[in-house]
């Protein structure tokens, strides 16, 4: 039984040996790709199963039985954590990645193709133009984020694209709390209220991780996401 088998189910998962396969490719893939240009400090085996897969699992208890027919836009994938860990983990979720280097989109593309995940999208293009297009703007049920930008930022970056009654998840570390108490009036702007702030733990290991949740719960105003960097350099 594999270390990423046994620990997801602390989060409710249990990963089928199809799963499993899919995450040892994903894994030798990243470790590959990696060696060609960074996608990653952290490659050793152990590591990247609870630290990147496990980690990126973590939001599994929020979306259980509510991903048939749904669908989820990981903004600014990276090397697409969470965002492939949890389209393996929920085939029928249909999972959209949006990276706006080309480099980690050729990556995303082939992993989607190796895994293979049907269930998978690539967008190559940025958050603040992405979020324009009307058949983009409020049009997903989970938005996540994880390692993207400081709370106020990553919100003006996720909530335009959430519909009303959808939500934001964002994977932080410490301090959570604290960067969301910063982002009330970035909240208040742009139409999402706090659900809740949830600590988890993987494994056995001592870093401290937490989903904070955020509820669409009024439309995004259309002059947001500001463009021209301005959510990084002006934070709201």
Same mark, same amino acid.
């Given at each position: ?42 490659t ?15 939001a599994a208890?929020?979306l ?36 706006a ?12 193709? @190796? /895994?293979?995940?049907?269930?998978? $999208?690539?967008?190559?293009? %940025? *958050?603040e #133009? +992405? ?41 932080k @570390? /410490?301090?959570?709390?604290?960067? $969301?108490?910063?982002?009330? %009036? *970035?909240? #208040? +702007? ?28 009024a ?18």
């Open positions: 039984m594999s270390l990423l088998y046994q620990s997801a189910r602390a989060f409710g998962l249990d990963l089928t040996p199809t799963q499993q396969a899919q995450f040892e490719t994903y894994y030798h893939l990243l470790v590959a790709w990696n060696e060609k240009f960074n996608l990653t400090a952290l050793e085996y152990t590591a990247a199963q609870l630290k990147h897969f496990l980690d990126s699992l973590t208890p929020l259980a039985g509510k991903t048939q027919g749904k669908n989820l836009l990981d903004v600014g994938a990276g090397a697409g954590l969470p965002g492939i860990a949890l389209a393996i983990a929920f085939p029928e979720l249909r999972v959209s990645l949006l990276e280097t080309e480099k980690k989109i050729r990556f995303l593309d082939e992993v989607a193709r @190796a /895994l293979p995940l049907e269930n998978v $999208t690539t967008i190559h293009e %940025r *958050a #133009e +992405l979020a324009r297009k009307p058949r983009e703007r409020a049009a997903y049920d989970y938005v996540v984020a994880r390692a993207l930008a400081e709370m106020r930022t990553l919100l003006e970056y996720t909530l335009p694209f959430a519909r009303v009654g959808g939500c934001v998840i964002a994977y @570390a /410490l301090g959570a709390k604290e960067e $969301t108490a910063r982002a009330q %009036r *970035a909240l #208040e +702007l742009l139409g999402g209220r706090v659900r809740a702030i949830i600590p988890v733990k993987l494994a056995d290991l001592d870093d401290a991780r937490q989903l904070v949740v955020i509820d669409k719960i439309p995004t105003p259309d002059a947001y996401p500001r463009a021209g960097g301005a959510p990084k350099n002006r934070p709201l």
